[in-house]
């Protein structure tokens, strides 16, 4: 039987980022010249309520906007993939639907922050009621923020110098949702994971200095898609390979701060395997396989439950049932890695 394992190609990017054009501190060229210094392929700028960016190549980078969709209090969603501005609206149903008018896919952006940021944009939550396309699992700042404690100062100084220590797993609540909202559908609702990178700049202290600026942000919550063909030079037809991928769930989220080798997760038979976001059948050699590089503890979730867990460099475990599997890796009890699912029918 002919065999068809294909060559792969990876491509790291950050997607949740915002500029001058709403509360960031950088433009375009100081934020893709920071991707280019992160070592990243790709970024999706995305400000509250605003889509004028000029997309483009800059510096090596793909610069792709999107808009984070934020009415006056709760459910900021990231629309991907629209033409033109949308409007917020205190009913969200109404942004959701135009993202999908659009040809667009939003994804419920810091579902389960709780919070409240003290900017001119205080999200937070998002209704559990409402279906979005998809979830970001895992947003640093939000995760930054809701381990801060400001009422001591050391712990606040703590805080801000060893910022990364605070980071932990994607929430363990956006995780439940995602998988329920996975459970109710048969097509992969897709996860992202999201930096909210702003770089804020104190001027209030003696001496300025940016808080979280772009490219040490740009380290740690990455999205890697994995794609049948390399990027193309062309920004457009690679525009379309980005967000296709983001689209279709071939994206693993992973915290370059914890681990900076990118693992292999896939599903396989005799025949052919399959990465995230896409379909295998089941046969009596079906396989799932997970190299990490180091020592981790390697996570199989089947259908929202955990199904099989394992302490080491590599995985590989044959696969009796029909589902969604997805993997997680953590190292050291921090959250490394998180795949999209991969159907098994
Ligand atoms: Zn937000
Ligand atoms: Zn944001």
Not at 60 to 79: D, F, R, T
Not at 322 to 338: D, M, Q, W
């Amino acid at each position: 039987m002919e065999s068809c394992k294909l060559k792969n190609f990876k491509y790291q990017g950050v997607i949740h980022i915002h500029s001058l054009k709403s509360d960031g501190s950088g433009d375009i060229e100081t934020i893709s010249k920071a991707a280019q210094k992160a070592g990243l392929s790709w970024i999706i700028i995305t400000d509250h309520n605003h889509f004028d960016t000029k997309e483009g190549i800059y510096n090596g980078i793909y610069v792709i906007k999107g808009e984070e969709i934020s009415p006056k209090s709760e459910n900021h969603y990231i629309a991907l993939g629209i033409n033109k501005q949308i409007e917020p609206n205190e009913n969200p149903q109404i942004y959701i639907d135009n993202v999908r008018k659009q040809n667009g896919i939003g994804f419920a952006a810091h579902p389960d922050e709780f919070t409240r940021r003290k900017n001119n944009y205080p999200p937070i939550n998002w209704n559990k009621d409402l279906i979005p396309d998809g979830v970001e699992i895992w947003n640093w700042f939000s995760c930054w923020g809701d381990k801060l404690n400001s009422k001591n100062i050391f712990t606040l100084a703590f805080s801000y110098l060893f910022k990364h220590r605070l980071i932990s797993k994607a929430p363990q609540k956006s995780l439940q949702w995602w998988d329920e909202l996975n459970s109710k559908k048969q097509a992969i609702i897709p996860a992202i994971g999201g930096v909210d990178a702003h770089a804020l700049k104190v001027k209030k202290c003696f001496l300025p200095f940016t808080i979280f600026p772009y490219k040490s942000m740009f380290k740690t919550i990455n999205n890697v898609i994995t794609l049948k063909e390399p990027l193309s030079e062309n920004f457009e037809i690679a525009k379309e390979q980005i967000l296709n991928a983001i689209r279709s769930g071939n994206n693993t989220i992973i915290n370059r701060h914890i681990h900076n080798k990118i693992p292999n997760i896939e599903i396989g038979n005799s025949i052919k395997s399959a990465h995230s976001g896409e379909i295998l059948n089941l046969d009596k050699t079906t396989y799932l396989k997970v190299e990490v590089n180091k020592k981790a503890l390697i996570k199989v979730i089947l259908d929202g439950r955990e199904l099989y867990e394992c302490v080491a460099k590599k995985c590989n475990l044959l696969l009796t049932q029909i589902g969604k599997y997805r993997v997680e890796i953590l190292i050291n009890n921090k959250g490394f890695a998180y795949s999209n699912p991969i159907v098994v029918i």
